[in-house]
């Protein structure tokens, strides 16, 4: 039985996806569910989508009673506790454990950690529905938006209405593979519940019914009320934590992702850290296209200045007054984000190489990447598709230079006449 101030139950952790990324917040997440027993459950589920991957014989995994016959990469995972083809080389923490099913790494879990490429979120949420604790909450670690035809929406936002839960984000300069390795860096997690009374939330016991539970929703400003009307789980449908699990607020978030070389600043802007990581994708492309044209800092510090100017002014456009300029320029999401993509990023390194190489960026993408995924050239369609829709376009440069590029009907040369439209 609960005493007072003890909490009975422990959240159970969940980490949606498992490439670079993926796996390196499971590491994070993992050694402070181990080291903070009174809140975790020690063992972090991690869903694996399922391949088949060769064990080289220059590896120290090899075994010559397999030799290099193709293995489940969640066979692989869980005996030698590595993720040997998206984070090789990075001991992951034992109490990681790999799980090919997704309804089944869910069962159970109070904290879901969405954490994959954002072509793929879609489907994998889509199985997700009616399968994970109704009062489960969400942290979307996802660099990228949501675009249908001409709406656009953050993919915690949609994530979390598609599930019926409050999903957060986690954001910033944070280049997996130097935080695997334990360097250290910040980060920014935007966590802004609507307040539920705590007096309605009732301990855990069969899933209660919308008639069971007396919920009672206060709003805290016309803020709020705005920020849902764009498209956060309505009220009516969050269920609030049962009170013998520990409360789900700031702090408990920062213990269970801030580590010594991993520096966790906790706000409550959820778009603009969201936006923050979308946007600066593209801009990464454009850094990328000019280093690879042999023009340098300057060039590059050009396109970074515009396209922060664009991120700030897409943000105030288009998601209002939910979003804080000051989260752009302030925190780890935005421009420190902005220059570690720019300058040792994915997107960066690709298009760098691609104009070197007189190559598409998808061709780089699918010969050097080995199954890793950009983000900046699908959020460079859909970011322009949606502006086209509103007949914005034109007022996004740099954007629109970069899908340009991609698309062939520009070239790196157009890029300083293009952008000087921002400042006419
Ligand atoms: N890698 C980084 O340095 C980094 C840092 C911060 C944020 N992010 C963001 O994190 C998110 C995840 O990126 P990542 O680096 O972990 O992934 P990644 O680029 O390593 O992508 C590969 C992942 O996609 C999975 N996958 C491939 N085909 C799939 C399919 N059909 N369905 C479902 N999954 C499939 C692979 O199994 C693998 O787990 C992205 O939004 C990215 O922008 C990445
Ligand atoms: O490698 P990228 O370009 O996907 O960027 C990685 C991270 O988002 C940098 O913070």
Redesign the pocket.
């Known amino acids: 039985m609960a005493t007072l101030g003890a909490p009975a139950k422990k959240h159970k952790v969940t980490v949606v996806?498992?490439?670079?990324?993926?796996s390196t917040i499971a590491k994070i997440v993992a050694e402070n569910t181990k080291e903070h027993p009174d809140f975790f459950e020690e063992d972090v589920q991690m869903w694996?989508?399922e391949?088949e991957v060769s064990i080289s014989k220059n590896s120290k995994h090899f075994d010559s009673s397999v030799g290099e016959a193709p293995q489940k990469l969640t066979t692989i995972i869980n005996k030698y506790h590595e993720n040997v083809k998206?984070l090789p080389n990075i001991a992951l923490p034992k109490n990681v454990v790999a799980n090919a099913s997704v309804v089944d790494a869910v069962k159970g879990s109070s904290i879901l950690v969405f954490?994959?490429?954002?072509q793929?979120i879609g489907?994998?949420s889509k199985q997700l529905e009616g399968n994970i604790l109704p009062f489960a909450r969400g942290v979307s670690?996802?660099?990228?938006v949501n675009v249908t035809s001409s709406e656009i929406s953050l993919f915690s936002e949609w994530i979390g209405e598609g599930l019926g839960i409050y999903c957060g984000a986690l954001?910033g300069a944070?280049?997996?593979?130097e935080i695997a390795a334990e360097k250290w860096s910040e980060t920014t997690i935007a966590y802004d519940p609507p307040v539920i009374d705590s007096r309605a939330a009732t301990p855990t016991g069969p899933s209660p019914s919308s008639s069971q539970i007396n919920l009672t929703l206060t709003i805290t400003s016309a803020d709020e009320e705005q920020r849902d009307a764009r498209g956060r789980v309505s009220k009516a449908r969050l269920r609030p934590v049962p009170s013998d699990y520990p409360p789900l607020d700031h702090a408990i978030f920062k213990t269970l992702f801030h580590r010594p070389y991993f520096h966790v600043r906790m706000v409550s802007d959820v778009a603009g850290v969201s936006l923050g990581?979308a946007l600066k994708?593209i801009v990464a492309l454009a850094a990328g296209f000019v280093e690879g044209r042999g023009w340098g800092d300057n060039a590059k510090a050009a396109v970074m200045r515009v396209g922060l100017l664009e991120m700030v002014k897409f943000g105030k456009e288009f998601f209002g007054h939910s979003v804080h300029a000051g989260t752009f320029t302030e925190e780890s999401c935005g421009v420190a984000d902005l220059i570690t993509s720019c300058s040792g990023g994915?997107n960066f390194r690709c298009a760098k190489m691609a104009v070197e190489r007189g190559l598409s960026v998808d061709e780089v993408e699918k010969t050097e990447l080995n199954?890793?995924?950009l983000?900046g050239t699908s959020t460079a369609k859909e970011v322009n598709s949606f502006l086209k829709t509103r007949g914005r376009e034109d007022e996004y440069p740099l954007f629109k230079a970069v899908l340009d590029i991609l698309e062939g009907r520009k070239t790196v040369d157009d890029i300083p006449d293009l952008v000087a439209q921002a400042d006419s």
């Open positions: 996806g498992s490439g670079n990324w993926g694996v989508y391949e998206y954490n994959l490429p954002h793929f489907r994998i670690c996802i660099k990228g954001s944070n280049i997996a593979n990581g994708n994915r199954g890793q995924k983000q």
